[in-house]
């Protein structure tokens, strides 16, 4: 892994610092100094832009606009497709230093998602249609993927989709659809061969929400929260023509990835950033209400996700200094994704032992919570960390297999 910048990538450093620095809105700055816990914070600007609070609004147009300038919406996209053709280390970069500064990515999961998808197996039809109005943001996409009896192993979906003519007809129901109350189209994988193995005879389809038969049902989480939906399709007519690739070869356009960062560093530099904050805190008024003077134990915690935290940073930048290297990462992958789920669990549980009995207050308004509740937030929520994305036992498997060479078993 090479530590330092290129001379080209101080440049582009220097000129991702500066956008930064002229035209994040305010609003933004503030949320980065806050001590409340960022949800979902890759979505942040999408809902602002939907919301009724006019200065939310306003900082989510202002800060695409300001992207969207340099073709950072869709920095990973090629710029054929007005995304900004980015390097994997440019990438890296500019997650890197958006993260630092507390700056959020925008376009959610039509840019990251399927973006790629009809970059590489879409019509020049369906390109035309949906790539630019995933980069305005005039559209917002939801995944439809995982199913009641079909999350971790997504191959054993059962939702149906049978041709009629030039239709598809979408009967199932999906689970986890997250922020599927604020999208005005899905893509959705379903069945269309019962018959073939469960890894094809599945095909890619995408669907306007409004169209009749479309339920979305909201699931709210064990923090009071919704994000999450349940989503049922009722004899849904999808044209043909929303078909992305090959019928029955939805399996492996679903799992398309382009060329992009996948480091998660964005993930590494908030654990940094929490336990920076929290240290603060502890240094000034908040050790009052706290424990780390009674407990010694406590304090060690605190240094041990430190340390930690610098090894998240290092799996990430080994992945990127593959991909850089033009190399796959795979099984690192894993173990990038195993230890930050993890590590993020781990440092929320370290969070509420720092200030006790104060840990049970929920309400980041409350004039007692310390640090607006964040840590107790954090312990909540972050409950699916290790389920999301592929639970810890799938990313033990993939590092067990492929990693240490190990029999199946």
């Known amino acids: 892994m090479e530590w330092s910048d290129s001379t080209e990538q101080s440049a582009f450093r220097a000129d991702v610092r500066r956008l930064i620095q002229a035209r994040l809105p305010e609003l933004y700055r503030r949320r980065a100094e806050s001590d409340a816990w960022p949800r979902l914070p890759f979505l942040q600007v999408q809902s602002d832009r939907l919301t009724g609070d006019e200065e939310a609004r306003a900082a989510g147009d202002a800060w695409v606009e300001a992207l969207a300038e340099r073709r950072w919406v869709a920095p990973h996209w090629p710029e054929e497709y007005g995304g900004g053709g980015l390097s994997p280390m440019e990438q890296f970069i500019f997650n890197q230093e958006l993260a630092q500064s507390g700056a959020p990515t925008v376009g959610g999961i039509g840019v990251s998602m399927l973006g790629p998808v009809l970059i590489l197996h879409g019509t020049e039809e369906q390109r035309r249609e949906h790539l630019p109005r995933v980069l305005s943001g005039e559209v917002v996409w939801a995944q439809g993927y995982s199913e009641p009896g079909a999350g971790s192993d997504l191959s054993s979906l059962t939702t149906r989709a049978v041709r009629d003519g030039d239709e598809f007809v979408l009967d199932g129901q999906k689970i986890w659809t997250t922020r599927g109350h604020e999208a005005s189209w899905l893509f959705t994988l379903a069945r269309t061969d019962p018959a073939a193995p469960k890894h094809r005879g599945i095909s890619f389809l995408l669907l306007d929400r409004e169209t009749p038969g479309v339920d979305v049902r909201p699931l709210i989480n064990m923090g009071w929260e919704h994000d999450f939906n ?4 009722e004899s849904v007519r999808v044209p043909a023509g929303n078909l992305v690739g090959e019928e029955n070869r939805g399996w492996y356009v679903g799992m398309t990835l382009l060329d992009f960062e996948r480091s998660n560093i964005s993930g590494a530099i908030e654990v940094r950033r929490r336990i920076g904050k929290l240290v603060r805190h502890l240094a000034g008024p908040g050790r009052s209400r706290a424990r ?7 304090r060690d915690q605190i240094a041990s996700h430190a340390v930690e935290a610098e090894v998240m940073f290092n799996f990430s930048f080994r992945i ?7 190399q796959v990462p795979n099984y690192e992958a894993s173990i990038s994704k195993l230890f930050g789920s993890e590590l993020m669990q781990r440092l929320a549980n370290t969070g509420t032992k720092v200030f006790g009995l104060y840990a049970n207050l929920w309400d980041g308004d409350e004039a007692h919570a310390p640090m607006m509740a964040s ?15 592929g639970t810890s036992e799938i990313q033990r498997n993939v590092i067990a297999t492929r990693g240490l060479g190990l029999p199946r078993g």
């Open 320 to 326: 990127i200094s593959m991909q850089n290297a033009a």
């Open 230 to 233: 349940e989503v049922f399709y």
């Open 292 to 298: 780390v003077d009674e407990l010694p134990s406590i």
């Open 375 to 389: 840590f107790t937030q954090s312990h909540v929520l972050g409950v699916s960390a290790t389920i999301a994305s």
